[in-house]
């Protein structure tokens, strides 16, 4: 018996749509990471987990030349040392931002070349622009940089092939602070990040309103002396990635998603925020 038109289109429809739904999921699979249980669960070391007497600062989307100086006076004013998750378009705008963070003992790693959304599979795409980052960051500072986060924390699995061809760590954070709303203030931003953060854990801040709130980054650089001094009283250390024994603890492949169907973040989504 003949199969009718629509059932025969039906099927080709399907050989075709099969396929890629499953290259779809493969690619964007890996970015269920993101979700703070599953990552916990899977990947401590990707959490950014370290030394239970440890918390690592860091810092997403710079370098700035306006608000970043401010964030590294802070620092400075604190005794304290961070890691800083640049983006090589910026680096190679504002190189003296870097060497300055460089020299004041500061991390410098690389957040990718621009902030962009990395939905579509484009693995050659990705492992040129994160080599481009890095190469941006050695040849402005004279050092390697070790560590990735990708802009809103979106692992994608060739974004985890990128950084692997790129010599990079990837690591994303246990707690944040919310800090690129509008109606961040210095009070709020420590209060979300020390609802989750414990001894151990990476703190992610913003030092520059690039793809916020116009005048965000106030609201983190206000609430760095409390968070500073409430670690201390907790008899913790705060300092940069380099000093928090994540690196044996971070895959250098997409970890494998639990079993079930993960939810995959959309940072667009009506009430969610912006992302890193």
Do not use: K, N
């Amino acid at each position: 018996m003949p199969v009718s038109v629509p059932r025969a289109a039906a099927r080709r429809a399907a050989a075709v749509g099969l396929p890629l739904a499953g290259a779809a999921l493969a690619h964007v699979g890996p970015a269920a990471t993101w979700l703070p249980a599953v990552r916990g669960r899977l990947t401590p070391g990707l959490a950014g987990v370290g030394h239970p007497r440890h918390v690592a600062l860091t810092f997403d989307d710079g370098p700035d030349p306006v608000s970043t100086p401010r964030f590294l006076d802070a620092l400075d004013g604190l005794g304290v040392r961070a890691t800083f998750f640049v983006l090589g378009d910026a680096v190679v705008r504002h190189p003296e931002v870097v060497r300055e963070t460089v020299r004041q003992g500061h991390e410098v790693a690389v957040h990718g070349w621009s902030h962009d959304r990395p939905w579509l599979p484009a693995p050659a795409r990705d492992v040129r622009a994160l080599r481009r980052a890095v190469e941006a960051v050695r040849d402005v500072t004279g050092v390697t940089p070790r560590w990735y986060r990708p802009p809103y924390g979106i692992l994608t699995s060739g974004r985890w092939a990128a950084a692997r061809a790129a010599g990079l760590r990837p690591v994303l954070w246990t707690a944040w602070g919310r800090d690129w709303t509008a109606t961040a203030t210095p009070a709020s931003v420590r209060a979300t990040v020390e609802a989750d953060l414990r001894g151990g854990g990476t703190v992610l801040l913003h030092d520059t309103d690039r793809t916020a709130a116009p005048g965000c980054w106030r609201a983190s650089l206000g609430a760095l002396p409390g968070l500073v001094a409430g670690r201390r009283a907790a008899g913790l250390t705060v300092g940069p990635l380099a000093e928090h024994g994540t690196a044996a603890a971070v895959p250098a492949t997409a970890p494998p998603l639990p079993d079930g169907p993960a939810a995959v973040p959309d940072p667009q989504a009506p009430g969610r925020g912006r992302r890193p």
